[in-house]
């Protein structure tokens, strides 16, 4: 499901509400979409696509990658 207002989630290690996660990213939350569980596969910004995985070592943690909306390409 595609939601284009902003649903807290929270890992084992931090909540993410929308302005921690602006200013992890440094841009604008546009959407996210929730597969299933409460936590994003992926948050669309104004100039990224941001990939949250898992990460499960000792705790519940997420990597956060981002990818540029529109690459130039020459």
């Known amino acids: ?16 509400t929308q302005n921690v996660f602006e200013k992890l ?10 597969e299933g569980d409460s936590i994003p596969s992926y948050i669309w910004t104004n100039n990224f696509v941001c990939i949250i995985k898992r990460n499960a070592r000792m705790y519940n943690d997420i990597s956060i990658t981002k990818i540029h909306r529109n690459p130039v390409c020459e």
């Open 25 to 34: 990213v440094d841009d604008e939350f546009q959407a996210m979409m929730i």
């Open 1 to 16: 499901m595609i939601l284009c207002e902003w649903k807290d989630f929270s890992t084992d290690t931090e909540t993410y």
